[in-house]
């Protein structure tokens, strides 16, 4: 009724306030809608409701610029801003993306998916308007789980100097996607404690002006509060107290859970496609529950994400002091790793792949540099998960296998990488990143055993002729299936599992020259700077075949994961395919 009228912001000016009351119950009937089917963030958005509405009757973007911190509380902002039907019409429900994206419309400034940095490019947006003598209002939307990544200090800080107009609102849910950890949280109860009144102000101290909104899913009061600060003329943090899941009681009363959700019938809110089998998280963290039995030194480590290992609240509770939740500062997760390591404690540290790239700086400086052995557990390295182009975890290998000092292994199964980990927390030569694998965990029957300090020493599974296919980690089935699927071109294949990414084996490599005139590399990640490379260098003056098979260096967005595999020539027919060619060519 009010939102099917709702084409820009615009629209909402005219309505009353009831009006707009109903329009926010509008527009959770359409998250529910879309969210349901599609599944996306839950939890950010329903609690964000008023807040956005409240944003586009006060200013009038996107002459004014509003940006969103990480962006996925940003599906009402979309509503609003001409993109509604993605969300009442289930045929476009796959026309705009998870986050703040420009190519979609003028009301988004950035494509953001990474958290914290938010002030820091509102900012830059501030400073250029200064600069070429604007007047628009410049509002950052920062939530207080985002609060705890070190940008959002870097930010805060720069803008108590600006001393033009520059508005913070300031979200605080007390949750990032689990509960927030971290000393300043108190000081925020506190100032909630005391309707903004504590003298234990965290943004006073850093300078800027404050105001205080009790209720932020009060849409006359935020309404009211916003109006204030508009066309304020120096830095302002408004800071509003919200329900995560707001309006939506499975959100509500569980925000751990439903921060993200997968489809679910809107009906009995089950999950569509429930799954109870263990995956890789579940059986990491019950692994290290059970030698912190025997081993108090043993701590795990994360960054916001405790899931990402399986560390559940109920096994955050069984871990007690000897699991360590960061908040989203991955900066401060590897130097910690370093500091613990340093003193003899073994820190195992879990990251999801797009976010390992937010800490090169102390991975080389204050891990490396010192070699303190450390683990890494890099979750969901492959273009198979997520697809978002913020949210890419195809990069990983060239950065962390070209750092000095560190072991980057690549296992290829669950037991594999079950004796990659226990060798890894007892190994004092190095630090040790593993890139667990991706799919369903299962058993290969094989025993492995956990030692691995023989570096770079590849392993033959299947030893051939002509042609020999070094696979990385996941890229293992794959290869044997191209080797089975190459007999019947009448080649029967070598292929090597490399285990470490991070270096080669000049042994195994030059043996294969006495009888193999190709060699075919392969990995899930992209292919500049990555493993293929070094085995390209290690032949190039050499008269080896070498073919690189991995991913393009671009940003994609919200592919099809299969496709992706199958363009970059990853499937196993294409891969049998090439090696076939390459070899006729010799």
């Not at 195992?348 to 490396?368: A, I, N």
Request: proline fraction near 5%.
């Amino acid at each position: 009724m009010y939102l099917e009228n709702i084409n820009s912001p615009a629209d909402l000016k005219g309505l009353s306030l009831p009006q707009l009351k109903g329009l926010c119950a509008e527009a959770r009937e359409a998250l529910v809608a879309r969210l349901s089917a599609r599944g996306g963030h839950c939890g950010p958005n329903f609690g964000m409701v008023e807040a956005t509405v409240a944003l586009h009757y006060v200013f009038n973007s996107p002459a004014d610029r509003i940006v969103f911190d990480v962006s996925h509380q940003s599906y009402v902002h979309k509503m609003l801003t001409g993109r509604r039907h993605a969300f009442t019409e289930p045929a476009a429900f796959d026309a705009v993306s998870g986050y703040s994206e420009p190519a979609e419309s003028e009301h988004d400034n950035f494509v953001i998916g990474h958290t914290s940095t938010v002030v820091s490019l509102a900012c830059g947006l501030a400073k250029g308007r200064d600069l070429l003598g604007g007047s628009e209002n410049v509002i950052a939307v920062l939530g207080d789980g985002s609060l705890s990544g070190g940008e959002a200090f870097e930010g805060l800080n720069n803008a108590a100097e600006l001393g033009t107009n520059f508005i913070v609102l300031f979200n605080d849910n007390q949750m990032s996607i689990a509960e927030n950890y971290g000393g300043m949280y108190a000081g925020l109860a506190e100032l909630r404690r005391t309707g903004g009144q504590s003298p234990c102000n965290l943004f006073r101290a850093l300078g800027l002006d404050y105001r205080y909104v009790a209720d932020g899913n009060d849409l006359g009061a935020l309404i009211s509060a916003l109006t204030e600060v508009r066309g304020i003329d120096h830095p302002v943090v408004v800071h509003i107290n919200t329900v995560k899941g707001k309006g939506f009681a499975p959100a509500e009363a569980d925000k751990e859970t439903y921060h993200y959700c997968a489809p679910f019938d809107p009906v009995t809110l089950r999950p569509l496609a429930a799954d109870d089998a263990p995956d890789y998280a579940d059986l990491t963290a019950d692994y290290l529950l059970a030698r912190m039995k025997d081993d108090p030194s043993l701590v795990a480590i994360t960054s916001g994400t405790p899931t990402v290992f399986g560390f559940t609240a109920d096994r955050r509770a069984q871990a007690g002091p000897q699991f360590v939740d960061v908040g989203i500062a991955e900066e401060h997760a590897v130097a910690l790793a370093s500091g613990i390591a340093t003193r003899g404690g073994h820190p195992v540290w879990g990251v999801y792949s797009t976010f390992v790239q937010r800490t090169y700086d102390q991975l080389s400086q204050d891990l490396c540099i010192n070699d303190s052995p450390a683990t890494i557990l890099v979750f969901w390295a492959s273009a198979l998960t997520m697809n978002d182009v913020t949210h890419l975890c195809l990069f990983d290998i060239p950065l962390l296998s070209n750092i000095p000092n560190l072991v980057y292994l690549a296992p290829t199964c669950l037991d594999e990488y079950m004796a990659m980990l226990q060798w890894s927390i007892g190994y004092t030569g190095h630090p040790v990143a593993i890139r667990v694998p991706v799919g369903v965990p299962e058993h290969t029957g094989r025993t492995y055993v956990p030692c691995f300090d023989a570096l770079d020493t590849f392993e033959t599974v299947r030893r051939g002729s002509r042609a020999a296919i070094v696979a990385v980690g996941s890229m293992m089935p794959a290869a044997m299936r191209a080797a089975e699927l190459l007999a019947d071109y009448g080649i029967d294949a070598t292929v090597i599992n490399p285990r470490f990414v991070s270096g080669v084996d000049a042994q195994t490599l030059d043996a294969l020259r006495a009888d193999h005139t190709v060699v075919m590399t392969l990995e899930d990640g992209v292919l500049d700077g990555g493993f293929g490379e070094k085995i390209a260098r290690f032949y190039a003056e050499t008269d080896m075949r070498v073919v690189l098979r991995g991913h393009r260096k671009e940003f994609v967005d919200r592919y099809d994961r299969r496709s992706l595999m199958q363009a970059n020539r990853l499937t196993p027919e294409l891969i049998a395919a090439d090696v076939a060619r390459a070899l006729a060519a010799r």
